[in-house]
């Protein structure tokens, strides 16, 4: 099983970037899939999560109408549309599949109840 996330980089500030997250040996249909992100010194944090179908979605305060998760089942793959980035959104990105199609908040915004995670994608904000 593996989870390879792409799309990181160097951005200026207020700048965009999309993320992309597939999966080999593993099939995203059925799963949530979660996006978190881990700056220097700190603990990794929820970014966001989508529903086994797509229609539900869940942010972190810090991104809310920034940033945009979506899934293609067909493709394997989720994604991460960034914009308005900032200073703050510098960190390692990583995907996460979850083993259930369970949506409970607590659940499915905490990284500890991820079973799949890709290596992480590297985005730096600077001028």
């Known amino acids: 099983v593996q989870l390879q996330a792409s799309g990181g980089g160097l951005v200026q500030p207020g700048g965009s970037l999309r993320l992309s997250c597939a999966a080999s040996g593993l099939t995203f249909s059925g799963r949530v899939l979660a996006w978190f992100r881990q700056a220097p010194g700190k603990e990794r944090e929820f970014v966001a999560v989508i529903s086994q179908g797509g229609g539900q979605t869940i942010y972190a305060d810090s991104v809310k109408g920034r940033f945009t998760i979506s899934r293609d089942n067909a493709k394997n793959a989720v994604y991460l549309q960034m914009s308005r980035l900032t200073f703050a959104d510098t960190a390692v990105y990583y995907c996460?599949?979850?083993?259930?199609?369970?949506?409970?908040?607590?659940?499915?915004?905490?990284?500890?109840?991820?079973?799949?995670w890709g290596q992480g994608t590297l985005v730096t904000v600077s001028s």
């Open positions: 996460g599949a979850r083993q259930s199609s369970v949506w409970h908040v607590a659940t499915v915004t905490s990284a500890n109840k991820y079973n799949h």
